[in-house]
């Protein structure tokens, strides 16, 4: 069986289309076949300046595709302006966010997702057009919607941890959807191309590894976007060429047909405003964009806030019970490495849930923010203090001795003592039970047992009536202090003063 002349050039054509959408992966694959080219690194702004080109790409397209959609009325024209809209906010996102593909790569595969759906869509419903200026225009506003929707999925996803091992599992589903919208476009040849180009190139970046195999997923998404814009602009010129005449068309005729100057007028203004249409499209998505990546900044400012709120005892002002067992995590670390002493100072407000009963909750508040206020007056800046309990407080104090652990505990004990807290139910005499927990230099204490010890000592603090400092088991939970009498005067028993070195 012979082919003809034109049945080879329309299978050198055909070959020639699905070359060109497979060189993402042509390009990855000639990679590997030389791995001191691929096994390179790339500078810092190089992945950059290729996302900003395939920024750029989607959004000249989007224009035109836009303008075709507007003139045209073809749903399959608007679903692909929809989908290159998808793409290039997925890449502004990324980009503008600091990141890379490989650690945005939940944006990616929620951004490319996305599109690949719109895209298939498109294909199904090629068929459709819409009916009149409002049907079109109503068409363009909901695309501009489904792109503002699907960045906030891309926002959303940006945050998502994906391990590298199923990220082409992930990225395999944008592929095939679309895989399959280039192969349903048999009737638009030059869109299929770029789908297929787009096809490759995720599945590129499915298989890529960080450094130069980056580039063909991102040339291809580039090639892709410059295809669809170029056959819509010259969709575009097409239908701006008026027919030409036929030859027998006779050229002379009677006055009384021709138009009135007032149609004409009116036609012409009518192009102006057709014409001026992909200019206001342009300046509504770069605003919205604009709008975006602010509601982007102040989410991550309110994040921050909320960091920062989660980190504070709203209460008393001193650390949360998480950050300062974080503190202490760090600080026993320091130790360990560095061989310093580290002190362990676990604080309790005797009787606190009798107080609690007897005068209300609000003298109870009242009690704790005090009891804070003298802690944080008493402790040195490279301190740490926490609530690590209802009544409890949590001191963490570095290069700090038995004698400082003891200043200290006495130090807030004695103000307690001496000065009671006045309330709304009237001046509270308040003392403590403390349990010391120490680590000496050279010693390999955990912060877990650290904790431990301090608790084991502060019970042995409460056994013995409370008012008391007690010591770890390493000191034979030795009590310093068994007094349990009225409060001593500001005479009778000075303050310990703190001299820095504790």
């Known amino acids: 069986m012979s ?20 060189l993402p992966l042509l390009a990855l694959g000639a990679l590997r076949l030389f791995p001191e080219i691929s096994s390179g690194t790339l500078q810092d702004w190089v992945e950059p300046s290729f996302m900003l080109a395939a920024m750029a790409a989607c959004g000249a397209a989007l224009i035109l595709l836009m303008a075709d959609a507007l003139r045209s009325g073809r749903v399959r024209t608007l679903a692909d302006a929809t989908g290159l809209g998808l793409v290039g906010v997925t890449l502004a996102a990324i980009t503008l966010d600091g990141s890379t593909l490989i650690a945005a790569a939940g944006a990616l595969v929620a951004g490319v997702s996305a599109a690949g759906v719109v895209f298939l869509a498109g294909s199904l419903l090629g068929a459709f057009s819409a009916d009149g200026p409002r049907g079109r225009i109503a068409g363009v506003v909901a ?51 770029a789908l297929g180009l787009a096809a490759t190139a995720t599945l590129a970046q499915a298989f890529a590894t960080p450094g130069i195999e980056m580039l063909p997923g991102m040339v291809g998404l580039v090639l892709a976007a410059a295809v669809l814009g170029v056959s819509a602009g010259l969709r575009l010129r097409g239908e701006d060429q008026a027919p030409a005449l036929p ?77 300062v067992l974080e503190r202490l995590r760090l600080e026993a670390a320091e130790a360990r490495r560095y061989d310093h002493p580290l002190a362990v100072v676990l604080l309790d ?68 003592s001496a000065r009671p807290i006045l309330t709304d139910a009237g001046e509270m005499p308040i003392t403590l039970s403390v349990g010391i927990a120490l680590m000496r230099p050279g010693a390999a204490l955990s912060e877990d047992e650290l904790l431990a ?11 013995a009536g409370g008012n008391v400092i007690a010591f770890d088991r390493a000191h034979g939970l030795a009590r310093i202090d068994d007094h349990r009498g009225p409060p001593r005067t500001p005479e009778a028993e000075p303050e310990v003063e703190d001299d820095g070195t504790r």
């Open 3 to 22: 082919l003809d002349r034109s049945g080879v050039r329309s299978l050198a054509i055909a070959g020639a289309r699905l070359l060109t959408a497979l």
């Open 143 to 193: 695309s501009l919607v489904a792109i503002q929707a699907t960045l906030v999925l891309v926002l959303l996803a940006g945050g998502m941890a994906i391990d590298d091992r199923i990220l082409p599992l992930l990225l395999l589903g944008p592929a095939v959807l679309l895989g399959l919208a280039a192969v349903t476009s048999s009737d638009a040849p030059a869109r299929a191309v």
């Open 247 to 323: 030859p027998a068309f006779p050229v002379t005729l009677p006055l009384p047909l021709l138009p009135p100057s007032a149609p004409v007028g009116l036609l012409e203004a009518r192009a102006d405003a057709e014409d001026s249409e992909p200019a206001r499209l342009a300046r509504e998505l770069r605003a919205t964009l604009e709008e975006l990546i602010t509601t982007r900044r102040t989410v991550g400012m309110q994040r921050a806030e909320i960091e920062r709120a989660s980190a504070v005892d709203q209460l008393t002002g001193v650390a949360s019970r998480a950050a």
């Open 349 to 416: 407000v005797d009787d606190f849930a009798a107080l609690n009963h007897l005068h209300g909750t609000a003298t109870g508040d009242t009690v704790l923010r005090e009891v804070a206020l003298r802690l944080r007056l008493r402790a040195r800046e490279a301190d740490a203090l926490g609530r690590i309990a209802a009544d409890a407080f949590l001191a963490i104090l570095p290069h700090t001795d038995e004698l400082g652990a003891i200043g200290f505990a006495d130090a807030v004990r004695n103000r307690l």
């Open 453 to 463: 010890a301090a608790e084991e000592a502060l019970a042995s603090a409460r056994a």
